[in-house]
Each structure stands twice: as structure tokens, then as C-alpha cells.
């Protein structure tokens, strides 16, 4: 069964920094795109940042600089390390597999299956 | 203020049809990209209903229809059930910002 697991959310003071976790069972992430997207409290859905199989990654304009997306393909688990956070990153983060990519382009892509999400807070 | 502009809530009575909109523009849905939908039910990850415009994946009952056309979709669904309250997302690519977007997501409600 395909699965993610995300965990590693928690409180942080602005400024502070955190780092979630997203394990993957029953597929194997080196060979896969995947996201991470961000749902802030009572709000709708933005997608955040994204690992290709090859390595290389993309970011949100919102999230640029400060967050780093990683892989540890031993552990079969994705990672996104988030730096100077602020209030408005409060939100519930889920990891997600990218589907429908082809051709070395994932414009069309969407995202299945989700993890059950893991809460970022924010706060002084 | 979401790239894609759904409607912020939709209702009916059981049985009936409904449909939700999703309006884009010349830099997503307009430029030919697909449209996706998911479904979030209350206090859970969200999970796709429809993808690549009009594709149920398996599992999802043939009450779920998706449509595109020019710059917007649609998400129908008929034969209403209590168990299709929940959230709706579109979700497409925008050329000008170059990521994935969403649409502010719908509310249904069954009467």
C-alpha cells in the first residue's frame, strides 16, 4: 500500500527553525517527484516546493530561501528544512506524490496520494 | 486571493446536482494546462477526485464528472449524498508564476 507519514511539526518562535519529515512506504521516493503543500488554519491549499528524481528542486516565491526541500533515499523520506519562519507559515504541511509528469515536465502534473498532514505553528 | 476563482460555498438537497466552477486565465486553464480536483473532508488531507480535466481515478463513483473549457473548469456532481460535504479544490499550473496553484476551494453543503 502506498503510504505517507509526515511528521516533525510543532511550535516555533518567528525566526526559529524547524524541520519536517515525510516517510514513504509502499513506493520509493528517489523515483518520484515530490511536494510538499501548505494549508494555513481555516484557509485553502498552496503548493510549497517540490524534489525531482534527479535532484533538483523548486521552490514557492513565499518560501524562497528560507526553505530547503532533501531527500534521503536510504531512509526513503523527504524533508523540508524551514529557516526564519514567520507567523504566516503557520499551517498544517502535507507531503504528496507528483503524478501525471512526463517528458521531463510536470506542468500538468497533480498530487497523489497526501499524507495526513503535520501542524507548523508559528508564535511568540 | 487565489490565481483560480471557485465559488466560496454550493449547496443541494440529496439527489440533486451541483457544480462548481473554476475560473483561470490566459497563464493557467486559458493555456491549455490541466485541471484538477480533490476533495478535502472535514479534518483530513485533501485526496484527488478528478484529474487531468474529465479522469476519475479508481475508486471514485461516476457522480464525479469534470469538465474544461477556454479558461475555466467545472466539477459536477450528481445524485447528491451526506457524504459529499466537504471542501473542493481546483488545481492547475500558472505560466507567470511558474508553480502549481489552487483555487480558494468550495464549501458543499447538503440540505
Known amino acids: 500500500e502506498v503510504q505517507l507519514v509526515e511528521s516533525g511539526g510543532g511550535l516555533v518562535q518567528p525566526g526559529g527553525s524547524l524541520r519536517v519529515s515525510c516517510a514513504a512506504s509502499?513506493?520509493?521516493?528517489?523515483?518520484?517527484?515530490m511536494s510538499w503543500v501548505r494549508q494555513a488554519p481555516g484557509k485553502g491549499l498552496e503548493w510549497v516546493s517540490v524534489?525531482?528524481?534527479?535532484?533538483?528542486?523548486d521552490y514557492a516565491d513565499s518560501v524562497k530561501g528560507r526553505f530547503t526541500i532533501s531527500r534521503d533515499n536510504s531512509k526513503n523520506t523527504v524533508y523540508l528544512q524551514m529557516n526564519s519562519l514567520r507567523a504566516e507559515d503557520t499551517a498544517m504541511y502535507y507531503c504528496?506524490?507528483?503524478?501525471?509528469?512526463?517528458?521531463?515536465?510536470?506542468?500538468?502534473?497533480?498530487?497523489?496520494?497526501w499524507g495526513q498532514g503535520t501542524l507548523v505553528t508559528v508564535s511568540s | 486571493q487565489s490565481v483560480l476563482t471557485q465559488p466560496p460555498s454550493v449547496s443541494g438537497a440529496p439527489g440533486q446536482r451541483v457544480t462548481i466552477s473554476c475560473t483561470g486565465s490566459s497563464s493557467n486553464i486559458g493555456a491549455g494546462y490541466d485541471v484538477h480536483w480533490y476533495q478535502q473532508l472535514p479534518g483530513t488531507a485533501p485526496k484527488v477526485l478528478i484529474y487531468?480535466?474529465?479522469n476519475r481515478p479508481s475508486g471514485v463513483p461516476d457522480r464525479f464528472s469534470g469538465s474544461k473549457s477556454g479558461t475555466s473548469a467545472s466539477l459536477a456532481i450528481t445524485g447528491l449524498q451526506a457524504e459529499d460535504e466537504a471542501d473542493y479544490y481546483c488545481q492547475s499550473y500558472d505560466s507567470s508564476l511558474s508553480a502549481w496553484v489552487f483555487g480558494g476551494g468550495t464549501k458543499l453543503t447538503v440540505l
Open positions: 487531468a480535466n474529465s
Open positions: 504528496a506524490r507528483d503524478q501525471g509528469c512526463s517528458g521531463g515536465s510536470c506542468r500538468m502534473k497533480w498530487f497523489d496520494p
Open positions: 509502499g513506493f520509493t521516493v528517489s523515483s518520484n517527484y
Open positions: 524534489i525531482y528524481s534527479a535532484g533538483n528542486t
